[in-house]
């Protein structure tokens, strides 16, 4: 018997592990995200293989403060989608940490309890690297859970300003997440996370405050509703968020959140709507691709010597930013097509 994945040549192995994965493998898809969390050359011909086959599933990004109770959210969802007989993967992604990879860890004897369901698959992952590593990681983990054939993709991740734009560039609804009192927290979803939020989701509804939580983060929906930007495809879609209060915990409000999730998905897809974040998702996509090329270049030895002198006299003052990206540009260009 071959083990699966037991080629040595990428392309091979990337072959049988997306196969097996899309067979319903779960330990090959295991692989399949490992190879994506290390930016592997398994993971660039996985998507080659599965990305044209995915494209059905609803990817829903969930972020929010520490502690809000995304995870704890998150295996109430998976409950209420199991009910509908739907299937559902979850992937937690951490923005700082290079090895716990840990944002559902606090939440492992709740998902246990799906560990024996083959309608559920459930993996935290690191976002390595650059600026933009957690969009893509996010968007190559979602694409490959869409591939194998999950309905629902749920992306978790901890709200730390520029990560939620990120999870944002990977879902088809991005889910803010807030839980009531968290005081100057409300200043910081103010500036980045309401404006990518397209259902807001006030948690712990059980807690004193959680209605006057709702009440001003609709005031504050409204102060700074984005005008409607017509004719514009360039310009993203206003959103105009709604406000839901749950008590992860317990359950309540979750049937209803489940339930506007699959509203906005209809309503993207009725009037094209959808379009714009599916476009703009496969600008992140392309965009981090060519920018690791361009990086991996400037830095392979035929050509690390220029690059860092032209490096150097950037930091020294001796050449502004724009000659050097000039002289670095014709410099690739030279290299190309090795
Ligand atoms: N009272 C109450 N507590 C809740 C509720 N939901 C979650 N919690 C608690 O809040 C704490 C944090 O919950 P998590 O689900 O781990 O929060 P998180 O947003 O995933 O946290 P990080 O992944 O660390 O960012 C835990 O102690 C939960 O039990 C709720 O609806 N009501
Ligand atoms: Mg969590």
Do not use: C
């Amino acid at each position: 018997m071959t083990r699966v994945g037991g080629a040595a040549d990428p392309a091979e192995r990337a072959t049988e592990l997306a196969d097996a994965a899309v067979a319903g493998d779960r330990r090959a898809l295991a692989r399949l995200l490992t190879a994506v969390e290390n930016r592997s050359a398994v993971a660039e011909q996985a998507m080659r293989r599965l990305y044209p086959t995915a494209g059905r599933a609803h990817l829903v990004g969930i972020t929010g403060p520490p502690g809000a109770g995304k995870s704890t959210l998150v295996a109430a969802l998976i409950g209420e989608v199991r009910r509908a007989d739907r299937t559902v993967a979850v992937v937690a992604v951490d923005p700082s940490s290079p090895i716990t990879g840990g944002a559902l860890l606090g939440d492992r004897v709740r998902m246990q309890a799906y560990a024996q369901d083959d309608g559920v698959f459930i993996r935290s992952m690191a976002a390595r690297g650059h600026a933009g590593g957690l969009a893509s990681t996010s968007a190559a983990a979602a694409s490959l859970l869409d591939a194998a054939g999950f309905d629902l993709v749920l992306i978790e991740t901890v709200g730390t300003g520029q990560s939620e734009v990120e999870v944002a560039a990977a879902a088809d609804t991005t889910v803010v997440l807030e839980a009531p009192e968290m005081g100057d927290e409300i200043q910081a979803i103010k500036a980045g996370l309401l404006e990518v939020a397209d259902l807001v989701v006030v948690n712990k509804g059980d807690k004193p405050g959680a209605q006057r939580t709702a009440a001003q983060l609709r005031a504050m929906l409204v102060a700074t509703a984005p005008r409607d930007v017509a004719g514009d495809p360039s310009r993203p879609r206003p959103k105009h968020p709604d406000v839901l209060i749950t008590t992860a915990a317990t359950g309540e409000g979750v049937p209803e959140l489940l339930a506007a999730l699959d509203r906005h998905r209809a309503a993207g897809r009725g009037d094209g709507g959808g379009s714009a974040a599916r476009t703009a998702r496969a600008e992140t996509l392309v965009w981090s691709i060519l920018a690791d090329r361009f990086r991996a270049d400037l830095h392979d030895p035929h050509h690390r010597a220029t690059t860092e002198a032209v490096l150097a006299d950037v930091a020294e003052h001796r050449l502004d930013p724009y000659a050097a990206a000039d002289r670095l540009s014709v410099l690739l260009q030279g290299g190309r097509g090795r």
